[in-house]
């Protein structure tokens, strides 16, 4: 089957970096986004295409890709990027999105 | 202002049918690949189906747990996606979402609220 495996939660201190990371099948021959949700709202997008940052997501949100592993930092890591991050790879046929990774920051 | 307009979520029994529509506005809908996204009660985000703008042929694409089950159809005079769901299922419960795909998703930075579906006898 096509799955994204994540880590199911990372900790991380206020100020450091954050890493979550995102592997599976193929990833390297489609594109990654990822996705912030923080309880009881939508989700956010804030990488596409891989490395992209949308313009209003702040620059400590940074995305890269190596073989079959992507991989969503967050330099300097703040309070307010505590929430559920998904990672979604699509190409031409489909689409599928990752089991989810819990950052706290503590 | 780009907007994500869900709805038709409604409560209805195993095997019913169920029509959600998602209203967009803000960016050009015609050119987008729309995609359906669901998530159940505190599970993760899981791909429903997407489907091509008119120009790359309107083809849709479903995961495997819809295929069969779920058609996904647009409207471009009314920049509106559909998704229509047929012999609904209790593991088909959740809120549903739509946003652009591909090539496209960067149009829709935020989603909108979705739309819930509750299948229970």
């Known amino acids: 089957s096509d799955e994204l495996t994540q880590p199911p939660a990372v900790s991380v201190s206020p100020g450091q970096t954050a890493t979550i990371t995102c592997s599976g099948s193929?990833?390297?021959?489609?594109?990654v986004c990822w996705f912030q949700q923080k309880p009881g709202q939508s989700p956010v997008l804030v990488i596409y295409?891989?490395?992209e940052r949308p313009s209003g997501i702040p620059e400590r949100f940074s995305g890269s890709i190596s073989g079959n592993t992507a991989t969503l930092t967050i330099s300097g890591t703040q309070a307010m990027d505590e929430a559920d991050y998904y990672c979604?790879?699509?190409?031409?046929?489909?689409?599928?999105f990752g089991g989810g990774t819990k950052l706290t920051v503590l | 202002e780009v907007r994500l307009v869900e709805s038709g979520g409604n409560l209805v029994k195993p095997g019913g049918s169920l029509r959600l529509s998602c209203a967009v506005s803000?960016?050009?809908?015609?050119?987008?690949?729309m995609t359906w996204v669901r998530q159940a009660p505190g599970k993760r985000l899981e791909w429903v189906g997407r489907?091509?703008?008119?120009?790359?042929?309107?083809?849709?694409d479903y995961a495997a747990p819809v295929r069969g089950r779920f058609t996904i159809s647009r409207d471009d005079s009314k920049s509106t996606v559909f998704l229509q769901m047929n012999s609904l299922k209790t593991e088909d419960t959740g809120v549903y979402y739509c946003?652009?795909?591909?090539?496209?998703?960067?149009?829709?930075?935020?989603w909108g609220q979705g739309t819930l579906v509750t299948v229970s006898s």
């Open positions: 946003s652009p795909a591909g090539d496209y998703v960067s149009w829709a930075d935020y």
């Open positions: 803000g960016f050009n809908f015609h050119y987008a690949w």
């Open positions: 489907i091509k703008s008119k120009s790359d042929g309107a083809t849709t």
């Open positions: 193929r990833l390297g021959e489609r594109f």
């Open positions: 295409r891989d490395s």
């Open positions: 979604q790879a699509w190409d031409s046929s489909a689409e599928v």
